[in-house]
């Protein structure tokens, strides 16, 4: 059985940092593309970060120097690192993970920017 569990969301003040994190089971981790996506009330999903098996990342221009993702394959974790958070990165926060055909989604954990 596939999991992901995200953790780490909560409410900051602008400017603030939050670190998240997803934990995954019943996957070969490492041979995964992984990715952090968000959803906003009355919006689309829309993809935050993503990183693939090589390492390799990419990123929503509006959080480019602002974000980081990184994993760690030894504990079958993707991280999302945010800084500088605006109260527009208000959302739920979402990974997936992907490799060819199969996708799977983590429950999300909310992030609120707010004063």
């Known amino acids: 059985q596939v999991q992901l569990v995200e953790s780490g969301g909560g409410l900051v003040q602008p400017g603030g940092s939050l670190k998240l994190s997803c934990a995954a089971s019943g996957i070969i981790f490492r041979f995964y593309a992984m990715g952090w996506y968000r959803q906003a009330p009355g919006k689309q999903r829309e993809l935050v970060a993503d990183i693939t098996s090589g390492a390799l990342t990419n990123y929503l221009d509006s959080v480019k120097g602002r974000f980081t993702i990184s994993r760690d394959n030894a504990k079958n974790t993707v991280y999302l690192q945010m800084n500088s958070l605006k109260p527009e990165d208000t959302a739920v926060y979402y990974c997936?993970?992907?490799?060819?055909?199969?996708?799977?989604w983590g429950q999300g954990t909310q992030v609120t920017v707010s004063s």
């Open positions: 997936d993970a992907r490799l060819l055909e199969r996708r799977y």
